[in-house]
Structures are given as C-alpha cells and as structure tokens.
C-alpha cells in the first residue's frame, strides 16, 4: 500500500509539485472524536423514523408503543441499531460532557490544525484506507475492525475540508489501491486539477479493460467524485508521525 502512494507522490512531483512533510498530531483521536459526533448525530436525525411520520410502518402492532418499537426494530438494520444505541448513551443526561462536548472540541482543533497546514501548502496526499479492498461483509462481525478501516477517511469530515481520492495502481493481488488529494475550505475547484497524473493512469487502466468492467469502475469513479464533491469526503491520517504533502510550484 504504502509503496503505491508513495508511487503516486512520485507521480505528481514529476509533474511540478514540491514535497513537503507536515505533522498533524491531534489526527490519531480522530476515529474516536468521529465515531462519536456520527452516532449522536445519527441518533438525533432517526429519531423521526418511528412509523408516523417517516420510515416504515409495522404491522404487526397493537398498540401504539408497539408500533413504535417494532416499526424500528423491522425497519432498521444491525449497523443502523448500533450506531444509535452508541449515539443516544453519548448524548445521555451525565455523559454529553464527557463524550459528546469533548469530541467537538477535538473537531476544533483538528480543523484549526488543518488550517494552519494550508497555510504553508497547497495540498495535502494520503491513502484512502490502510489496506486493499476487504470482501464483502467480511467485517460485519467485527464492527471495531470495520470503524478502523475508516482511519484515513473520517478526518476531513471532522474539519470540513475537501478531497478527491483517484487510483494509485494495484496491488500484487491486483486489488486497486486509492489516493487522496486534500484542499482547503471551500476549494474543491482546484482541488480536482490536482490529480491530473492519477487520471491519466486511471484512463489507461480503462483501456486494459472491456464491457462491464469498464463500465463498473467508470461508474464507481463518478459517484465518487459527485459525493466527495457534496459531502467534502475523505480524509487525512498520516503514515507515521507526519504525513506527505504536495506544494504548488511557483
């Protein structure tokens, strides 16, 4: 994995860039601090899905408590039931403070850090996951597993900022590995011109393939850019204690 970054890193200082390393140290509280604002969030935001107003309904119900519980129960999966269990004990009377107030203050200060390093670069190269591809479900057992594979992707969201992830070459399985070019607030313009190189990669990797693989990744790498796009996706973890970052030739 970190080979192909590091190839891609080439890639984009052959085409101009600068490198610089930058250090971001508050980024390793960054899955805790997430996982905590999501379930809260989650949890106050489907709370309006009881059966009466939004969601589906039971019928299996008797009474009108019964068709709150079992409209829920039906209608939500396990993921969905975790996540607002962890969400409604964070914002419970005795633990907002402690869990929930603490977790913004440290999306304060990621997204204060994050500023202070756009102040020296213009963008900032990571991985999109610490590892190729995993099957599906093959980690549904194991949710702690699952929430550490989001380690690179969590962090941008807590700060707000922007990014864009684009292929990187593949590993010796043949599993693709992902790329993410970092910007600023409200720069997702110039953010996309940063990955010219990983795209040109990216369309001759189309051309070795046909039919409805093609057509697949092609579809896949659109709705990826459409979402990062909307909801400022993807995030930066550093490899050890710094991370690579890209400077804009003058």
């Not at 970190?2 to 984009?12: F, N, V």
């Not at 409209?71 to 939500?76: K, L, M, P």
């Not at 949710?143 to 684009?166: E, K, R």
């Not at 590995?177 to 940063?194: C, D, S």
Request: glycine share 8%; with cysteine; hydrophobic share 40%.
């Amino acid at each position: 994995m970190r080979a192909r970054i590091e190839a891609g890193i080439d890639a984009l200082k052959a085409a101009g860039c600068t490198i610089k390393p930058v250090s971001l140290p508050h980024t390793k509280y960054a899955i805790p601090a997430y996982y905590l604002v999501a379930t809260a969030e989650a949890s106050a935001n489907l709370a309006r899905f009881d059966g009466v107003r939004y969601g589906h309904r039971s019928r299996e119900s008797n009474t009108l408590s019964d068709m709150y519980s079992h409209s829920r129960d039906e209608g939500f999966g396990a993921e969905v039931k975790r996540r607002i269990l962890l969400g409604t004990y964070a914002l419970s009377a005795g633990y907002y403070d402690a869990y929930y107030g603490k977790a913004q203050q440290v999306r304060r200060l990621l997204a204060e850090e994050f500023l202070r390093a756009f102040t020296e670069v213009d963008a900032i190269v990571t991985p999109t996951a610490p590892t190729p591809a995993f099957k599906l479900g093959e980690k549904t057992g194991d949710p702690l597993a699952m929430y550490l594979a989001d380690i690179y992707t969590v962090t941008a969201s807590l700060a707000g900022i922007c990014g864009v992830t684009v292929p990187c070459g593949a590993t010796a399985a043949g599993l693709p590995v992902g790329m993410q070019v970092l910007a600023t607030h409200l720069n997702e313009g110039w953010r996309f011109a940063w990955p010219a190189p990983s795209r040109r990669r990216r369309r001759k990797l189309l051309e070795r393939h046909s039919g409805k693989v093609r057509q697949r990744l092609h579809d896949c790498d659109s709705v990826h850019l459409i979402v990062s796009r909307a909801c400022f996706l993807c995030a930066l973890h550093s490899f050890s204690r710094s991370a690579p970052v890209l400077e804009e030739q003058a």
